[in-house]
């Protein structure tokens, strides 16, 4: 396979490796030891040397969900995300992606999201009409909240209005790339997106960004792939918190007493913790689970659950299990993808809320 020696350096370096499979959320959720960084570096390096066909590994391959639990517990620091990233890339220059990710592409290409998404619900239509007019501020929603959970891009504009923020919402909001990067990684085609993305937003003096996915993307890839935004980037937690520091948000407490679930793109790739936290603590009491902030474990999300339903379910499981295992009553999200998959693992004990929800409660 056409690989970068850097990339085959750290593939070689993983393929005999034991010491982070514990961490890896998907690989627990499985049970299989083929799912984790080590196994998926194995797989890589005997296509590399001839020993296998490249297609016989893209099932393993797109079980990864890129959250870099790997990469920050990795002592030596060594990367799989750059090397599962890149083997998609060469998959996709190959012509030998799995047909379900062949879908996903097309969808993306077609309409703009991976899901082939038309239409956008009539509760958000009737909020983006509201806010279509020009302001200095663009509300950036998501492919996941236009096109999957429109309640919660509703509610969080609905958040903005509640401190009479003075915003703006687009008809035809672009993708900000993060799927196709997810898909097939560097591709002309993501950054095409992108750089479309990027002038949109460049029209604006501030971006705030709802999604950590989009945040993730626009903030730090957006500046590995050359691409420039003039705008203001600011992710919705860090704009919310200012909000309150600023007094114009009025928090009231809801009585309630929650955890925080940090999205791994927030707390490890944007080094984000304390914002959710300055904004939880406003509204409710806040309780730690195990592994937070940096050492996160992601709790699902809509994309990958397209393909891998099953084993996305048990993901979103585990991470209310360890809400449980505190004692914890309400898990609060920052992503509006991890809060759809940890609704759908459906489940009594533990309430599912967003940033948005105790605001608005
Ligand atoms: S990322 Fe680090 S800890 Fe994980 S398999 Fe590779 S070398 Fe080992
Ligand atoms: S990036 Fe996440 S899902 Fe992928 S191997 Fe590392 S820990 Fe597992």
Not at 16 to 22: P, V
Not at 45 to 64: F, H, K, P, T
Not at 279 to 308: C, D, F, P
Not at 342 to 355: F, G, T, Y
Request: some cysteine.
């Amino acid at each position: 396979m056409n690989m970068s020696e850097k990339s085959k350096q750290h593939v070689d370096s993983c393929r005999f490796c034991w010491m982070c499979h514990h961490i890896c959320p998907i690989g627990n959720a499985t049970g299989h030891e083929r799912s984790t960084a080590r196994a998926r570096a194995l797989g890589i390096s005997l296509v590399n040397r001839g020993a296998m066909q490249l297609e016989e590994i893209m099932d393993n391959i797109y079980e990864c969900c890129t959250c870099g639990g790997c990469v920050s517990v990795c002592v030596t620091g060594w990367d799989p995300v750059m090397f599962t990233k890149e083997t998609r890339l060469q998959a996709a220059l190959e012509n030998k992606l799995p047909e379900y990710i062949n879908t996903l592409v097309d969808n993306c290409l077609e309409t703009g999201n991976a899901y082939g998404k038309k239409e956008i619900s009539r509760d958000l239509q009737k909020m983006i009409s509201a806010h279509s007019e020009k302001t200095d501020i663009l509300l950036f929603l998501g492919t996941d909240a236009r096109c999957m959970v429109p309640e919660q891009a509703v509610k969080a504009a609905k958040v903005l209005e509640k401190a009479n923020v003075k915003f703006t919402l687009l008809e035809d909001e672009p993708e900000s790339g993060a799927q196709l990067d997810f898909l097939i990684g560097a591709a002309d085609e993501a950054k095409q997106q992108m750089n479309k993305a990027a002038k949109v937003m460049n029209e604006y003096k501030t971006v705030v960004i709802y999604d950590p996915n989009d945040a993730k993307i626009i903030k730090r890839t957006y500046k590995e792939y050359g691409i420039e935004t003039g705008a203001q980037t600011v992710t919705f937690t860090a704009f919310v918190a200012g909000l309150l520091r600023d007094g114009r948000l009025k928090p009231e407490k809801t009585g309630k007493t929650v955890v925080f679930q940090d999205p791994y793109q927030l707390s490890r790739d944007l080094e984000e913790t304390e914002e959710p936290r300055e904004i939880i603590s406003s509204y409710a009491a806040l309780h730690e689970m195990l592994l937070n902030r940096k050492e996160t474990v992601w709790a699902g999300n809509i994309l990958m659950a397209q393909y891998l339903p099953d084993v996305i379910a048990e993901v979103s499981k585990r991470r209310i299990f360890n809400a449980e295992s505190i004692g914890g009553t309400a898990m609060v999200t920052a992503s509006v993808s991890e809060y759809a998959a940890l609704k759908n693992a459906a489940q009594d004990k533990v309430e599912i809320l967003s940033l948005e929800d105790l605001i608005l409660a």
